[in-house]
């Protein structure tokens, strides 16, 4: 019993260490690749499944589907990133005949419009998800439930314009025109990002936002933007398991996680956020 309440308590924390030490145990013995490193996301899930299912044990099922619902809604995101226009924003160096199985970099191309994605991209889509939500729900019902506010649903009306959110909206589409008038090229990454995270939340943000428990967020926040600086910005992109293209990007990088062609974007740092906010308000809706 009381290794079961220390592994509640304090699992989580072994788990930190074990998700990046694994990869980095790979990387000193040259096991390391695309493949592999998804370890980051495969062992907290790992943790954190059955660590839901225990507190979720005793419910009605609610938070169930609605972890299902929204991993499978931002799943969906992500594949309609890659398959549809991927081709504009991303490159994977040495992935371009999806008939034929790569050597070294990745197990599998697939067909994807006018390009090819990595069956290790579509993996990655499968798991970053659930692991995002996971980590959320898991704060909200055990370690940060003190901040878990009460779901008062019996006169709540769950689709409202936000007004100020709208116009943040707006913003990022003149933003988005103006770059493409002075740059030449449309920001691709950009517009995708502000539809897919400012468009739910100007209809959701105020009703859900009651409903979230916000220090979750920022600690689920905490540990995304954590694993994907170890993940892209240390690993990734100097050995060219996915880069962006130029002609995508609103053209401003940060220099200190760009190696020659392979630009880091400010849209790569702004995405992890982007995809935590987004995660938790579609979690908190559906549960709703």
């Known amino acids: 019993m009381q290794m079961r309440t220390f592994w509640m308590n304090l699992g989580w924390l072994v788990v930190l260490v074990l998700t990046f030490a694994v990869p980095l145990t790979l990387d ?7 493949f592999t490193s998804l370890t980051m996301w495969l062992i907290p899930i790992l943790y954190l499944w059955p660590t839901f299912n225990m507190l979720t044990a005793n419910g009605t099922g609610r938070r169930r589907k ?5 991993v499978l809604s931002i799943v969906g995101l992500g594949i309609v990133l890659d398959f549809l226009i991927g081709f504009l924003t991303l490159r994977f160096p040495g992935c371009t005949d999806p008939t034929v199985a790569p050597t070294g970099r990745y197990l599998l191309c697939l067909p994807a419009v006018r390009g090819s994605i990595p069956i290790e991209e579509l993996l990655f889509y499968a798991m970053g998800p659930i692991a ?3 980590a959320y729900a898991c704060l909200d019902e055990r370690w940060l439930s003190k901040y878990n506010p009460p779901d008062d ?3 709540l009306k769950l689709i409202q314009i936000s007004p100020r959110i709208a116009a943040v909206g707006v913003a990022g589409v003149v933003v ?15 517009l995708f990002l502000v539809a897919g995270a400012v468009l739910p939340a100007m209809f959701l943000y105020r009703s859900i936002g009651a409903l979230t428990n916000w220090p979750a967020f920022a600690v ?8 994907s600086v170890i993940w892209e910005a240390t690993l990734a992109i100097p050995r060219l398991w996915w880069g962006y293209k130029p002609s995508g990007m609103i053209g401003v990088t940060i220099a200190a996680w760009s190696r020659g062609d392979s630009i880091f ?3 790569a740092a702004v995405v992890w956020v982007f995809a935590s ?12």
Do not use: Q
């Not at 609605?66 to 929204?70: I, K, M, N, V």
């Not at 988005?176 to 950009?190: D, K």
């Not at 906010?277 to 709703?288: G, I």
């Open 176 to 190: 988005a025109l103006i770059l493409w008038r002075v740059n030449g090229t449309f920001p691709t990454y950009f």
């Open 265 to 267: 974007p400010v849209e």
């Open 220 to 227: 689920t926040t905490l540990y995304v933007i954590l694993t």
């Open 28 to 34: 000193a013995y040259g096991r390391l690749n695309y």
């Open 277 to 288: 906010f987004a995660s938790v308000l579609t979690y908190e809706f559906a549960k709703a």
């Open 66 to 70: 609605a972890l299902l619902g929204s």
């Open 132 to 134: 995002m939500v996971l």
């Open 153 to 155: 649903l019996l006169n």
